[in-house]
């Protein structure tokens, strides 16, 4: 089950990447960076595979993970904001939240080797409140990344949950180890699932009015 939910979850990857990337040039700084953000979450998938096969551990890339993603989508709810105290609050969340992981990275520098928890815990909390300050100005704003946000929300808030729990899970004998895994392989597929249908409702007819203005002949 758990590698069942891990390769659909790889198509549905590419599959946004591969739809995203095709709007990349015609569209906002936002879709852009957050083009840029799924390219990122495929280089570290195919390095980790490539880990996996050859050394047999990938560990240590879950920090370029979990970094990586909150930088880009920092700077993606950023450029989304209209209010300077909101981006200016952008600026602190991500100077502070890279100061206290570098700071635990100084203290143990050990941590790098293992499964960080404080990492995950500090780096998606963050995000999670760029994304509900977001989704609480499209009350008032355009719906600008609507269904990608609550993905977010909704990705990042349950599945740091069950990393947090992952252990007293194991603890339950070897027969639960890969439970929590396979939850979040899960909860992966519902957060492309949440990105592909932003691209179909935002993007999709953009799209295709594009390709039929391109081959429509010139008078």
């Given at each position: 089950?758990?590698?069942?939910?891990?390769?659909?979850?790889?198509?549905?990857?590419?599959?946004?990447?591969?739809?995203?990337?095709?709007?990349?040039?015609?569209?906002?700084?936002?879709?852009?960076?957050?083009?840029?953000?799924?390219?990122?979450?495929?280089t570290?998938?195919?390095?980790?595979?490539?880990?996996?096969?050859?050394?047999?551990?990938?560990?240590?890339?879950?920090?370029?993970?979990?970094?990586?993603?909150?930088i880009?989508?920092?700077?993606?709810?950023?450029?989304?904001?209209?209010?300077?105290w909101?981006?200016?609050?952008?600026?602190?969340?991500?100077?502070?939240?890279?100061?206290?992981?570098?700071?635990?990275?100084?203290?143990?520098?050990?941590?790098?080797?293992?499964?960080?928890?404080?990492?995950?815990?500090?780096?998606s909390?963050?995000?999670?409140?760029?994304?509900?300050?977001?989704?609480?100005?499209?009350?008032?704003?355009?719906?600008?990344?609507?269904?990608?946000?609550?993905?977010i929300?909704?990705?990042?808030?349950?599945?740091t949950?069950?990393?947090l729990?992952?252990?007293?899970?194991?603890?339950?004998?070897?027969?639960?180890?890969?439970?929590?895994?396979?939850?979040?392989?899960?909860?992966?597929?519902?957060?492309?699932?949440?990105?592909?249908?932003e691209?179909?409702?935002?993007?999709?007819?953009?799209?295709?009015?594009?390709?039929?203005?391109?081959?429509?002949?010139?008078?």
């Amino acid at each position: 089950m758990y590698t069942t939910f891990v390769n659909i979850s790889y198509v549905l990857l590419f599959l946004n990447f591969i739809l995203y990337v095709m709007r990349f040039y015609k569209n906002s700084k936002p879709y852009k960076i957050f083009t840029y953000y799924l390219f990122l979450i495929i280089t570290v998938q195919v390095i980790a595979h490539i880990c996996t096969e050859v050394y047999g551990d990938n560990l240590f890339l879950s920090h370029f993970y979990f970094v990586g993603q909150f930088i880009f989508l920092n700077f993606f709810y950023k450029s989304i904001y209209k209010l300077d105290w909101q981006k200016k609050m952008a600026n602190s969340l991500l100077l502070g939240g890279l100061t206290v992981i570098g700071v635990q990275y100084l203290i143990d520098p050990a941590a790098f080797f293992k499964f960080n928890k404080l990492e995950i815990v500090v780096t998606s909390f963050l995000i999670v409140i760029l994304a509900v300050i977001h989704l609480y100005n499209m009350l008032s704003e355009k719906k600008e990344f609507y269904y990608a946000t609550i993905g977010i929300i909704f990705y990042l808030f349950s599945s740091t949950i069950l990393f947090l729990v992952g252990n007293l899970m194991e603890m339950l004998g070897d027969k639960y180890h890969f439970f929590p895994w396979t939850i979040n392989a899960f909860l992966v597929i519902l957060y492309h699932l949440f990105i592909l249908y932003e691209w179909k409702i935002s993007f999709y007819k953009t799209a295709i009015s594009s390709g039929i203005d391109a081959t429509e002949p010139v008078s």
